[in-house]
């Protein structure tokens, strides 16, 4: 199983980025599908989370309202649309694929990762 995340960048506050995270091997509707991230000096927190359906979410508090995750699972994707980006969203994105059919917000529940990317929000 591979992940493949892509569409970081630079932008400026209050700017907007999606990411994306094409999951090659495996079957993909059968995982839930995360984000998480990791500033400078800071441990990894989660972001956002997705059924393997795509039928239920959940959203750290400090995105809700600005950030939506969604999955194609035709194409084997999971996004994740960031909105009114601030300052501190600043961090390495790394999607992740779930150990089983749940979602979860804690890192252990998830067997894959992908390598990242860099979302850098300027002031």
């Known amino acids: 199983v591979q992940l493949q995340a892509s569409g970081g960048g630079l932008v400026q506050a209050g700017d907007s980025l999606r990411l994306s995270c094409v999951v090659s091997?495996?079957?993909?509707?059968?995982?839930?599908m995360g984000w998480f991230r990791q500033a400078p000096g800071k441990e990894r927190e989660f972001v956002a989370a997705i059924s393997r359906r795509g039928d239920s979410t959940d959203l750290a508090d400090s995105v809700k309202g600005r950030f939506t995750i969604s999955r194609d699972n035709a194409k084997n994707t999971v996004r994740l649309q960031m909105n009114s980006l601030k300052p501190e969203d600043t961090a390495v994105y790394y999607c992740?694929?779930?150990?089983?059919?749940?979602?979860?917000?804690?890192?252990?529940?998830?067997?894959?990762w992908g390598q990242g990317t860099q979302v850098t929000v300027s002031s």
């Open positions: 091997g495996g079957s993909f509707s059968s995982n839930g």
């Open positions: 992740a694929r779930s150990a089983g059919g749940f979602y979860s917000a804690i890192e252990s529940g998830y067997a894959y």
